[in-house]
């Protein structure tokens, strides 16, 4: 009874003010007789408007199609039309009013009692469609649990309809409010179910668009390399049958994964391989324009995408031969969302090439038409973001005076239709340009503003919007590094205590967002006050080290004071990070310790040096560390005083946390050490990767298993994932201890440990560690991960490290940095299961642990790669 739209829109760089990036529902179709009525035409009228992004003209066809159907009773077609409009005030972020039409199409659908089994069978395809948009409404406004159920009840219902193409639709965006809600597995099986689906079927047209439409949402939710694959088959089926548009459509999507490829390889520091994803995501642009000759908006979607890359590739040559056509082809398009989106993607491409003979008057002129078709289509949305990046042009252009106003009538907009994910960027904005014209203040005030609007858009900003997570860096990141920056430099209120506080709120929500963002899934709450934390343990500091472009800035909280301490180090992040890089390269290198002592003094005089005097007088014996970027990289335990010819972990016991938000500290008291010990030690081969053998591996569960008096032991061939879940759940181990390979990395797929008969990746050891929750309510105290390290190259490849210590269901996380396959780790983890055995703080035993091998090997390849990360008690 639904209208299937063939050819779903597949771009991530044209919609800028698109919100909802779940499947797009088609708008339904009435049902009528042979000859339709007046007032079903209407509803064909509106499905025009609607596919031409003409939304406010819809939802007047629409109310006047509703009106008359409930005057002639016709119940049916009354609750089609309002689930239609719905739709269509979802479009224009008109939230009351969506709710309340598909409030009413599910009530006129309810009143209805329909003997006739056509009818009935009628009744329910249109009640499951109604659940659907209903779902996506939900979503939208941040209810993911709601939505997951709607959509799960409307899925009955096309089972029992045998609708296979709605309940693909339908499982799609159930995966998404899945992996919203932290249900990786379950999210990641849907989809696998839905692929199955999807390939039994007969090659189709249907079958194609299907395959595109799961491969747009596993890039979404972060799986590139299964993106890449289903979009490969969607285009391969598209071109057997003859189906151009469905083919196009495949390269145009092939080509926005390989560029999120490119992003993902570039965090990873693979320059090589993100050179190689562009040059193929240009290749796939530029098929898909050959092949959509006959279909103008895939044409031009991808050339916006391509000129886009050549852009941020600075490849200018190659752009300016796109100028022309995508000019001409925008100036014919009629007024819709569309062809406003289409302009201001192209003006932001533009204003890129300022330097390259583009005119600012042409791009200024390009988006006061954008500004002008929105208003004559009353979508205050598309004005918001038009009038928003006309404002950002003369910000760019020096024009502050005008770029505030523009800015302003922006916000005003957006917030009058209370779209957050618009006006943050707008406060952002303003913050900007008042801190241009030197007005502090009032910038403070608006990036307070913007830094407020995020907070509250958590939740959709990773799970309606996925897309925004490749730009993190560029567009969210940011707003919380300015903000701090600004709160930090007010020279008259540098000592008082709000700024800091609120500066160390700001960097503690930097650091949930990344995990949001490494995770996709904003599903990690803040358990516990920050202060109560410190206050509770008198001889422990927490220390913010905050790295900014032309400083390092120090956080440091002890206990028992009202105020809190703020030290600034002149040291450029470029110089800051080159050291930390320098210092990661030599570290696994047992033979570098003299450059590795050299750096890490450096290190220690900028991070340490500046607030000794206050640790030492507060007698401080435990030092907890929320580290910022590359600063994750290395353990701080390496930092080494030269004065005292000491390493900082001579001094105190040394722990991490990505942030204190995130972390409830109780002791290790009155705990029996109950250990499951796994490892591998054979050399491997897996999933194409090639694993060295860990000849300690036997020796170092023999220790720890020595060390405690309750263990089980996994080993090799044992060491599969079924095991381990079996382990976990039917006995309550207070220690995990895993002696195998890992790796962490900021590429949520790259991080993973090795079991015997596959790569165990974190969602899945998250969801593994997590499920005993539910059959054993015991908490993990401690996971160990033996021989792990940090991927190489990647700036931010201890994110990986958080992300385990925050999802895996354990208080503390301890980890090595770097693989170390030496008698000494075997050392090691004996000494630290006995210090943990006679009681003392596991920050503690890890400090005593790492002297004991240090008073033997003083080369901090043997004892440096032990970082604990979590509850430090």
């Not at 705990?671 to 860990?694: C, D, M, P, Y």
């Amino acid at each position: 009874m639904a209208f299937t739209k063939s050819h779903p829109s597949s771009a991530i760089a044209v919609t800028p003010n698109s919100k909802s990036t779940i499947l797009p529902f088609p708008i339904l179709t009435t049902i009528s007789a042979v000859n339709p009525t007046e007032t079903s035409r209407l509803v064909q009228q509106s499905q025009v408007l609607y596919e031409a992004g003409q939304f406010m003209e819809t939802v007047q066809l629409l109310k006047k199609a509703a009106n008359e159907f409930k005057a002639n009773n016709d119940a049916l077609n009354e609750a089609i039309a309002l689930s239609n409009l719905s739709l269509a005030y979802q479009q224009l972020g008109k939230w009351l009013e969506a709710t309340e039409a598909i409030r009413n199409a599910i009530a006129s659908l309810n009143a209805q009692s329909l003997k006739d089994s056509n009818s009935s069978q009628a009744k329910s395809q249109i009640f499951a469609q109604a659940l659907d948009v209903q779902g996506s409404l939900e979503l939208a406004r941040g209810q993911t649990e709601a939505a997951l159920g709607t959509w799960q009840e409307a899925a009955k219902i096309y089972q029992q309809l045998d609708d296979t193409s709605a309940l693909i639709r339908n499982q799609i965006n159930q995966a998404q409010a899945m992996q919203a809600l932290g249900n990786y597995l379950q999210a990641h099986k849907t989809l696998i179910s839905v692929q199955g689906i999807l390939q039994k079927q007969a090659d189709s047209s249907l079958k194609a668009t299907g395959l595109q439409s799961l491969g747009n949402v596993l890039r979404g939710l972060g799986y590139l390399n299964d993106s890449h694959k289903i979009l490969e088959e969607s285009s391969s089926v598209a071109r057997k049958m003859g189906d151009a548009i469905a083919q196009s459509n495949a390269l145009l999507s092939l080509g926005n994964t390989a560029r999120a490829q490119t992003s993902a390889q570039l965090s990873l520091g693979n320059s090589n391989s993100a050179d190689n994803y562009i040059k193929t995501a240009i290749q796939y642009y530029q098929q898909a324009v050959q092949i959509a000759s006959a279909t103008p908006t895939v044409r031009l979607q991808s050339q916006l995408n391509l000129l886009r890359l050549l852009v941020e590739q600075k490849e200018f040559s190659t752009a300016k031969a796109l100028l022309s056509q995508i000019q001409s082809q925008i100036n014919n398009l009629p007024p819709s969302r569309t062809a406003v989106n289409y302009r201001i993607n192209f003006a932001q491409s533009l204003s890129k090439m300022i330097q390259n003979k583009v005119q600012p008057k042409d791009i200024a002129q390009m988006l006061a038409q954008a500004v002008e078709i929105a208003k004559s289509l009353k979508d205050e949305r598309s004005e918001s973001y038009a009038i928003g990046t006309l404002g950002e042009l003369y910000e760019q252009s020096g024009q502050l005076s005008d770029a505030k106003g523009l800015t302003q009538q922006a916000l005003v907009k957006a917030e009058s239709i209370d779209a957050q994910d618009i006006a943050y960027q707008w406060h952002w904005q303003m913050g900007r340009i008042f801190q241009k014209q030197s007005n502090i203040p009032s910038a403070t005030a608006a990036y307070n503003r913007a830094y407020n609007a995020l907070k509250s858009l958590r939740n959709d900003l990773v799970a309606i919007n996925p897309d925004v997570q490749f730009s993190f860096r560029e567009s969210i990141e940011p707003v919380y590094r300015q903000y701090v920056d600004l709160l930090l430099q007010l020279k008259e209120n540098t000592q008082k205590s709000d700024n800091l506080l609120q500066a160390r709120e700001v960097i503690e929500s930097l650091q949930l967002a990344e995990l949001d963002n490494f995770f996709r899934s904003p599903c990690l709450l803040p358990r516990v006050g920050l202060d109560k934390l410190v206050e509770k343990e008198k001889s422990t500091a927490v220390i913010y080290p905050i790295i900014l472009d032309n400083r390092l800035e120090i956080i440091t909280k002890l206990p028992g004071q009202d105020t809190i301490y703020h030290n600034t180090t002149k040291i450029s992040k470029n110089v800051l990070e080159n050291t930390v890089e320098q210092l990661q390269k030599d570290l696994p290198i047992a033979s570098r310790e003299p450059d590795v002592k050299q750096y890490s003094q450096q290190l220690y005089d900028w991070l340490i040096k500046p607030i000794e005097a206050n640790l030492a007088t507060q007698e401080i014996k435990t030092l907890v560390f929320v580290l910022d970027g590359a600063l994750r990289n290395i353990p701080m335990a390496i930092l080494y005083d030269k004065q005292q010819q000491k390493y900082l972990i001579e001094n105190y016991a040394i722990s991490l946390t990505p942030g204190l938000q995130l972390v409830d500290p109780k002791p290790l008291q009155n705990v029996q050490l109950n250990v499951l010990v796994a490892g591998v030690e054979q050399e491997l081969l897996i999933e194409g990767q090639s694993f060295s053998e860990l000849s300690n591996v036997t020796q170092e569960l023999k220790q720890v298993q020595s060390s405690v008096k309750t263990s089980k032991k996994l080993l090799n061939q044992d060491f599969t994932q079924t095991n381990l879940e079996k382990q976990i759940q039917s006995t309550p181990f207070s220690v995990v201890h895993l002696a195998t390979h890992g790796q962490f990395s900021s590429d949520v797929e790259q991080t993973y440990i090795l079991t015997w008969d596959k790569l165990l990746k974190v969602r899945e050891l998250d969801n593994l560690l997590r499920a005993r929750g539910e059959s054993r309510p015991e908490t993990i105290e401690l996971l160990v991960l033996s021989a792990c390290k940090t991927a190489t190259g990647d700036k931010r490849a201890a994110l990986g490290l958080a992300g385990v210590a925050v999802r895996a269901g354990a208080r503390s996380t301890l980890a090595t940095l770097w693989t170390i396959d030496d008698e000494s780790t075997s050392e090691f983890m004996g000494e630290l299961y006995r210090q943990l055995d006679a009681g003392v703080t596991k920050a503690q035993a890890l400090q005593r642990a790492q002297l004991a091998i240090l008073a033997k090997e003083n080369r901090p390849y043997f004892w440096a790669p032990y970082v604990l990360v979590g509850n430090w008690l």
